[in-house]
Structures are given as structure tokens and as C-alpha cells.
């Protein structure tokens, strides 16, 4: 007598099931110092080993601006794209900044948000206009004199997970946002129906990160530091001169990179600054696990992380009306920041409006760069003679 076979279970990490193995077998990170060294540990940072061979797959350049296409291939997971931009006609190395995109609940896209490009994805789009103001910050940052590499990170883009089938729980919650949308007449995009699995099936990355002993902002950190390594090797990029920006989820991913990275000089975090207790009760469920490591808190609040960086000096921009962070928070924060940093490396600004990249605020960060990292081109020389200040307490 035969038994039914049970039907095969999908996988929970599908394009990662080499993950594991990578994670149990690599080294961790070793940070330069003690206390970037305790961050590293907390979030269970997997030592990043760049890439033996970058593939340039093309390149061209509009509009004053040459955009190659990149990929490389890490030791699991699916391949990495990104896109390196630059000044046209450049001569001499450059200064070099890493933008990091946001999170945005828009996984199925990365890095292409921040890059304009000859044909975006509607997401991509959607995502410039809903959080960077219409604009393509790196390829803004670019137009100011700097190699700025952007590039898909742990978990989204190209280096998202297999959702084509998706695992039990996620299946189960889709089904129902599926309902939803057929009772309201929507019918979804293929982003639509990824980003709504992906973000049910980030509790189950952090569920496996954890087991393996890292995070999701650790695997994240992983795959920034990879970037990094080959934006400083890159033909053209001056590698004592770096630096990294990036808002919302991207500026978490900012101050980690400068915290765990000694080649990190200047950075800038933008919509991610707040005191971990503000957060509670009532913000805490408006933040992913990008935020959340466990046991975070103990090595302090989120802005005294930033004593555990060697960068020269950073730029941390707030929005008073962000709707993911309570005003109180950012501005103990900001309070807390002054009380750490010698004047003139620790800059505050706050802005007005909600959780967004304004175009105003991105010529501020640019601005910034330029004068620390000492970008030379007339682009930067526009925005270092712009009339508002860096800085100041309130641009309202």
C-alpha cells in the first residue's frame, strides 16, 4: 500500500538557499576599532570579500553624465547590478560616493531609483517622484563633480529573493492582499505583487538572519562594504576620498557604512534620525527590520552610534513633519549629536515637510560633499555658492 506523497514545501529563502553556508563558513567583519567592532557584532556582519572581476555591461553618456552599468557576483545569491555615474569628459580621480537607496517598500527595485537611466521601470519612477522629489540623486551627486556608485543591495533589485513561489505564510497573506485588490478593482503590476510578498516575507529574512547569526541590516552592511571596496578600486576614484549618502532606509545604511568602514571620510543620513525610545510605543510598527536589530539599544540610542565612526564629519538632515519619526525624537537626537561631535563635524539641519529627499535638501548634501570631499567641478562650484547655509537649526 502506497502513501499520497505530501506535497514539496517551497522555499522560504528561494535564490538564497546558498546563504547558509556562506554565513556559517565566512569570517566576520573586523572592524578598526573596539566600538566599530561591537557594532559589527550586533548586527553579525559577515566579512565582505570583493568581487575577483566587476563586469561592465554598458555605457554611455547624455546630458553632461556618463552612466556604465555594473555587475558582480558575491559568494551567494543572485548577481549584483549596479551603476557607476560620473561627469562626462572627467579627467583625474575623483572623489567617490556611494549612494544607498532607500527601502520604500519597493523591493522589487533598487539602486535604479537613484539613477537616470534610458528606459526606468515604472517602480523606479514611482519611487523618485514619491520619496527624492522627482530627481535621480545619483546621478545629481555625479553632476557635482564625484564617482558615485549605487548599486543593489541584500534583498532587493537584483539581489532580491525568489518570491515566484512563494513560502507558506507569505502565500497566505498575499492571497488576502489579492482579495483586497479584486474587491477594489485594482489589478496589480508585477512590482505590486512583489513588494506586497516581499514586505510580509522580510519577518521571514530576519527570521533566518537570526538564526544564522546575523540581521538583515547586517547582510545589508555586507553588501555595502563589498561596494565600497570596489568603488575605492575603481580607475578614476580617488580612494582617500570617499564618502556615502542616503535617505530614509538608505540613511541607516549611511551611518552604518561610516561606522564600520575607517575609508568612509564625509557621509550623510537623511530621514533616519530619531532616539530608539521615541519610537516607542507608537512609531515602532512604521520601521522595518532595516532599523530594528535585536539588542540594538544596548550599545546605545541610534544617534550615539555615530561616536563609533572615524569619518571626518557627517550631515544629518531631519524633517519635522516625517511622519515615521516624532518631532521629540529628532530633536533629542539632534540634541545628542551636539553633545558628541566636536562643532563643525557634526552638522543638524531640520526641514520642513514629511518623509521625503526634497530637492532642496539634496542640493544641501551635495553642497556638503562637494566642500568636504572637495569636489572641483563648476556643477559643484554652483551648489558650494548657493545662498541657503549648511546647517542651519530650521530652514522653514
Request: charged fraction near 15%; include cysteine.
Amino acid at each position: 500500500m502506497t502513501t499520497p506523497e505530501e506535497p514539496a514545501r517551497p522555499s522560504a529563502i528561494a535564490g538564497y538557499e546558498d546563504w547558509p553556508g556562506y554565513v556559517q563558513n565566512q569570517p566576520r567583519h573586523r572592524a578598526a576599532t573596539p566600538a566599530a567592532q561591537e557594532l559589527a557584532d550586533a548586527l553579525g556582519v559577515p566579512a565582505a570579500v570583493p568581487p575577483v572581476e566587476v563586469t561592465v555591461h554598458w555605457e554611455e553618456t547624455y546630458d553632461g553624465v556618463t552612466t556604465s552599468q555594473l555587475s558582480w557576483q558575491l559568494g551567494f545569491g543572485p548577481r549584483s547590478t549596479a551603476w557607476l555615474v560620473r561627469p562626462g569628459g572627467a579627467s583625474g580621480p575623483l572623489p567617490g560616493v556611494l549612494a544607498l537607496h532607500c527601502h520604500g517598500g519597493n523591493k522589487f527595485g533598487g539602486a535604479d531609483r537613484l539613477v537616470e537611466l534610458p528606459q526606468s521601470h515604472p517602480s523606479a519612477a514611482a519611487a523618485r517622484a514619491g520619496h527624492y522629489d522627482g530627481q535621480a540623486l545619483a546621478t545629481e551627486v555625479a553632476r557635482a563633480g564625484f564617482a558615485v556608485l549605487a548599486h543593489d543591495t541584500f534583498a532587493w533589485g537584483s539581489r532580491r529573493f525568489d518570491l515566484s513561489v512563494p513560502p507558506w505564510r507569505t502565500a497566505a497573506a498575499l492571497d488576502a492582499r489579492k482579495s483586497q485588490w479584486r474587491e477594489d478593482g485594482v489589478v496589480p503590476t508585477d512590482a505590486d505583487l512583489y513588494n506586497a510578498a516581499a514586505g510580509i516575507h522580510e519577518d521571514t529574512v530576519a527570521k533566518a538572519a537570526g538564526l544564522l547569526g546575523t540581521s538583515l541590516a547586517g547582510m545589508v552592511a555586507h553588501d555595502d562594504l563589498a561596494a565600497l571596496d570596489i568603488l575605492a578600486s575603481l580607475p578614476g576614484v580617488d580612494p582617500e576620498r570617499l564618502g556615502c549618502i542616503g535617505f530614509s532606509g538608505g540613511g541607516g545604511r549611511s551611518l552604518a557604512l561610516a561606522a564600520l568602514s575607517p575609508r568612509i571620510k564625509n557621509y550623510v543620513v537623511t530621514c533616519m534620525m530619531a532616539t530608539f525610545e521615541s519610537l516607542l510605543p507608537a512609531y515602532l510598527d512604521a520601521h522595518s527590520w532595516l532599523l530594528q536589530t535585536p539588542g540594538l539599544w544596548k550599545l546605545g540610542e541610534w544617534p550615539e552610534l555615530t561616536a563609533r565612526s572615524e569619518a571626518e564629519g557627517f550631515l544629518v538632515q531631519f524633517a519635522v513633519a516625517d511622519q515615521l519619526f516624532p518631532e521629540s525624537g529628532m530633536r533629542e537626537a539632534h540634541r545628542i549629536l551636539e553633545s558628541l561631535h566636536p562643532a563643525g563635524t557634526y552638522i543638524g539641519s531640520f526641514w520642513p515637510g514629511g518623509h521625503v529627499f526634497t530637492a532642496g535638501m539634496q542640493n544641501e548634501a551635495i553642497r556638503y560633499l562637494a566642500r568636504t570631499l572637495g569636489a572641483e567641478s563648476p556643477a559643484a562650484q554652483h551648489h558650494l555658492t548657493l545662498s541657503t547655509p549648511i546647517g542651519t537649526e530650521d530652514h522653514r
